[in-house]
Protein backbone atom coordinates (compact mmCIF):
# COMPACT_ATOMS: atom_id res chain seq x y z
CA UNK A 1 0.00 0.00 0.00
CA UNK A 2 2.99 2.23 1.15
CA UNK A 3 4.69 1.93 -2.69
CA UNK A 4 1.29 2.46 -4.45
CA UNK A 5 0.98 6.17 -2.34
CA UNK A 6 4.86 6.77 -2.83
CA UNK A 7 4.15 5.78 -7.11
CA UNK A 8 0.97 8.03 -6.92
CA UNK A 9 2.50 10.69 -5.31
CA UNK A 10 5.70 10.70 -7.60
CA UNK A 11 3.42 10.86 -10.56
CA UNK A 12 1.63 13.36 -9.19
CA UNK A 13 5.04 15.37 -9.06
CA UNK A 14 6.16 14.99 -12.22
CA UNK A 15 3.11 15.87 -13.71
CA UNK A 16 3.45 19.13 -12.31
CA UNK A 17 7.12 19.69 -12.66
CA UNK A 18 8.01 18.35 -15.83
CA UNK A 19 5.71 20.66 -17.76
CA UNK A 20 7.88 23.53 -16.04
CA UNK A 21 11.66 21.76 -16.52
CA UNK A 22 10.64 21.27 -20.00
CA UNK A 23 9.61 24.83 -20.54
CA UNK A 24 12.33 26.18 -18.76
CA UNK A 25 14.99 24.19 -21.09
CA UNK A 26 12.64 25.00 -24.41
CA UNK A 27 13.16 28.70 -23.78
CA UNK A 28 16.64 28.95 -22.50
CA UNK A 29 18.38 27.52 -25.31
CA UNK A 30 16.16 29.46 -27.70
CA UNK A 31 17.09 32.42 -26.33
CA UNK A 32 20.45 31.31 -25.99
CA UNK A 33 20.97 29.88 -29.43
CA UNK A 34 18.87 32.26 -31.36
CA UNK A 35 19.37 35.56 -29.89
CA UNK A 36 23.12 35.09 -28.38
CA UNK A 37 24.77 33.23 -31.28
CA UNK A 38 25.98 29.92 -28.59
CA UNK A 39 25.83 26.52 -29.10
CA UNK A 40 23.25 24.95 -27.80
CA UNK A 41 24.99 21.64 -26.54
CA UNK A 42 27.03 23.91 -24.66
CA UNK A 43 24.81 26.15 -23.03
CA UNK A 44 22.32 23.31 -22.17
CA UNK A 45 25.76 21.57 -20.28
CA UNK A 46 27.21 24.89 -19.27
CA UNK A 47 24.14 27.28 -18.17
CA UNK A 48 20.76 24.64 -18.04
CA UNK A 49 22.06 21.41 -16.41
CA UNK A 50 23.78 22.69 -13.31
CA UNK A 51 20.45 24.78 -12.14
CA UNK A 52 17.98 22.34 -13.16
CA UNK A 53 17.73 19.23 -11.24
CA UNK A 54 14.96 17.85 -13.95
CA UNK A 55 17.20 18.59 -17.23
CA UNK A 56 18.79 15.03 -16.28
CA UNK A 57 15.61 13.57 -18.33
CA UNK A 58 14.72 16.22 -20.76
CA UNK A 59 15.39 15.45 -24.61
CA UNK A 60 15.64 18.72 -26.79
CA UNK A 61 16.05 19.08 -30.29
CA UNK A 62 16.70 22.74 -31.99
CA UNK A 63 14.96 23.25 -35.51
CA UNK A 64 17.38 26.07 -37.16
CA UNK A 65 14.49 26.29 -40.25
CA UNK A 66 11.75 26.92 -38.08
CA UNK A 67 13.96 28.83 -35.28
CA UNK A 68 12.49 26.82 -32.60
CA UNK A 69 13.28 24.84 -29.89
CA UNK A 70 11.76 21.31 -28.37
CA UNK A 71 12.42 19.88 -25.37
CA UNK A 72 10.48 16.72 -24.16
CA UNK A 73 10.57 14.38 -21.39
CA UNK A 74 9.73 10.58 -20.92
CA UNK A 75 7.76 11.24 -24.49
CA UNK A 76 5.02 12.93 -22.72
CA UNK A 77 5.82 16.22 -21.74
CA UNK A 78 6.82 18.60 -24.58
CA UNK A 79 7.40 22.40 -24.82
CA UNK A 80 8.52 23.91 -27.65
CA UNK A 81 9.79 27.95 -27.87
CA UNK A 82 10.28 29.93 -31.37
CA UNK A 83 11.91 32.56 -32.18
CA UNK A 84 10.46 35.79 -32.95
CA UNK A 85 12.51 38.97 -34.47
CA UNK A 86 11.32 41.64 -32.64
CA UNK A 87 9.91 39.63 -29.76
CA UNK A 88 12.23 36.87 -28.76
CA UNK A 89 11.58 33.65 -27.82
CA UNK A 90 8.25 32.73 -26.64
CA UNK A 91 6.72 29.43 -25.07
CA UNK A 92 4.00 28.26 -27.20
CA UNK A 93 1.46 25.54 -26.76
CA UNK A 94 -0.14 23.99 -30.19
CA UNK A 95 0.72 26.99 -32.40
CA UNK A 96 3.50 28.12 -34.72
CA UNK A 97 4.86 31.34 -35.10
CA UNK A 98 2.83 32.35 -38.07
CA UNK A 99 -0.35 31.49 -35.38
CA UNK A 100 0.70 34.08 -32.91
CA UNK A 101 0.22 37.97 -33.02
CA UNK A 102 2.32 39.84 -34.18
CA UNK A 103 1.24 43.14 -31.41
CA UNK A 104 2.96 43.14 -28.50
CA UNK A 105 6.29 42.59 -29.72
CA UNK A 106 7.44 46.57 -29.48
CA UNK A 107 7.51 49.46 -27.62
CA UNK A 108 4.17 51.01 -27.72
CA UNK A 109 3.38 54.98 -28.70
CA UNK A 110 3.17 55.45 -24.58
CA UNK A 111 6.23 53.99 -23.67
CA UNK A 112 6.92 51.40 -21.02
CA UNK A 113 5.02 51.35 -17.80
CA UNK A 114 8.11 52.81 -15.95
CA UNK A 115 8.58 55.49 -18.09
CA UNK A 116 5.12 56.62 -17.38
CA UNK A 117 5.72 56.40 -13.74
CA UNK A 118 8.94 58.17 -14.05
CA UNK A 119 7.72 60.89 -16.45
CA UNK A 120 4.22 61.50 -13.63
CA UNK A 121 6.83 61.75 -10.84
CA UNK A 122 8.46 64.20 -12.92
CA UNK A 123 5.86 66.27 -13.37
CA UNK A 124 4.48 66.13 -9.89
CA UNK A 125 8.04 67.83 -8.25
Known sequence: MLAV???????WFLAQAMPMGTGYVARY?????????????????EDVKPVNPLAGVVAWDVDADDQSVTATAFKVF??????RAGCGCTLVADATGAALPAAGCGPTRRGTPMRRRASRSRRSS
Request: net charge positive; proline share 3%.
Open 5 to 11: GLSAAAV
Open 78 to 83: RSKAIY
Open 29 to 45: LCSSTFISGRDPKAVFN
